[in-house]
């Protein structure tokens, strides 16, 4: 990449907008941020960081003034399984605005490159009903029978940006992500996802207490440490391939047994009290590779036990104030 390119984040605020743009300044790129918050739990290492509502077209003209040549479309309004299930409306709603008028935005604004951040809730459900389940490839998305609300806007978005480069010739990139976790992430308030729950939860948990598993614990899934993400988002915006792409790992786990390696990184022993009437989205999930190699060359490689290693002791320390996260390194 050249590095004197100016690039936008949108979600900048946010999870992985966040821990993007850390890398792309130490990348030595010129970064602009917009969101509709600042970043919770550190500054932003932004050239420039601007509150900006992006359901609103004008406002997402002013994030790509300037001579912007690449966006990273990482704004979105999202949750974990419990806060998707509940809101189909207003995320429907709040999403379809963002992506469709930051698309036109960068199009007036003359972007040469665009990202959209999709996500693996647009696979066809009928196609994670085990728990063993087979890897998703990208072609597992068709015929279209994704999670109600939030995948059906990703799906169609992931649309969006194909006629984009179809009518107008703009370069658009889309990442599926595979649950991503991490530190700087959201680990209470409701929008949490299983990995930083189980965190907050087990480093809440005197030993021997019990936790709130929802469903089964049987449900399965992959999680993708945040810096294997970052990683594979600037090799994809860098890549040709226009097409759908996971990213994620293929290393499959329960959440009872996220829950048991939650509880030995803690050196906690906690016993599960599964309340089999909360969400738990879709039996099994994970992630097919072979394209992301193919094109890349590459897939993420952080084992889950490393990447918790980390992200645990993290919000150990926000949620339990004397614990102290020694070992952690969120650069
Ligand atoms: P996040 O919630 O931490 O970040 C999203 C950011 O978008 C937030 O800071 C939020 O304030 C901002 N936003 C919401 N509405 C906005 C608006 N109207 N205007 C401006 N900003 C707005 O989530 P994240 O985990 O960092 O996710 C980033 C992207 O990746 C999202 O598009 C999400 O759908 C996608 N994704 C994430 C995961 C995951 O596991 N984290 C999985 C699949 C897809």
């Known amino acids: 990449m050249n590095k004197q390119k100016r690039i936008l984040v949108t979600g900048a605020g946010g999870f992985i907008g966040h821990h ?8 030595g790129y010129w970064v602009r941020g917009a969101d509709i918050k600042y970043p919770e739990y550190e500054d932003s290492a932004a050239d420039e960081f601007e509150i900006l ?27 974990g399984i419990g806060y998707i299930t509940a809101f189909h409306a207003d995320i429907s709603r709040n999403n379809i ?18 990202l959209f951040s999709s996500s693996a809730c647009v696979y066809n459900q009928a196609k994670q009903k085990d728990p063993d389940v087979k890897p998703l490839r990208e072609e597992d998305a068709y015929p279209a029978d994704p999670e109600p609300g939030y995948g059906w806007e990703k799906l169609f978005a992931e649309e969006l940006c194909h006629y984009y480069y179809k009518d107008y010739g703009m370069e658009t990139r889309i990442v599926r992500f595979h649950n991503v976790y991490g530190p700087l992430g959201t680990y209470d308030g409701g929008k949490e996802k299983a990995p930083a729950a189980i965190s907050r939860k087990v480093a809440l948990a005197q030993v021997n207490d019990e936790i709130e598993v ?22 994809i915006m860098a890549s040709d391939y226009r097409d759908a792409l996971n990213l994620g790992t293929d290393e499959l786990i329960t959440i009872n047994g996220l829950v048991d390696l939650v509880a030995k990184i ?14 738990q989205g879709v039996r099994g999930r994970n992630s097919d590779n072979t394209l992301l190699l193919k094109v890349l060359g590459w897939e993420p490689s952080i084992r889950l036990e490393q990447g918790l290693g980390i992200t645990y002791p993290w919000i150990a320390s926000q949620v339990v104030p004397q614990a102290s996260p020694e070992t952690v390194d969120v650069a």
């Open 53 to 79: 509502d992006l359901r609103k077209y004008e406002n997402c003209l002013l994030a790509t003034r300037g001579g912007v040549d690449e966006v990273y479309n990482l704004a979105a309004d999202m949750g």
């Open 214 to 235: 929802w469903g089964d614990g049987e449900q399965t899934r992959s999680f993708m440490y945040v810096d294997d993400c970052v990683e594979g988002l600037i090799r």
């Open 20 to 27: 993007l743009v850390k890398r792309l300044k130490r990348d």
């Open 266 to 279: 803690a050196g906690k022993h906690i016993a599960k009290r599964h309340n089999l009437t909360g969400p």
């Open 97 to 114: 605005l963002i992506n469709a008028q930051m698309l036109e935005a960068s199009r007036q604004n003359g972007v040469s490159r665009f």
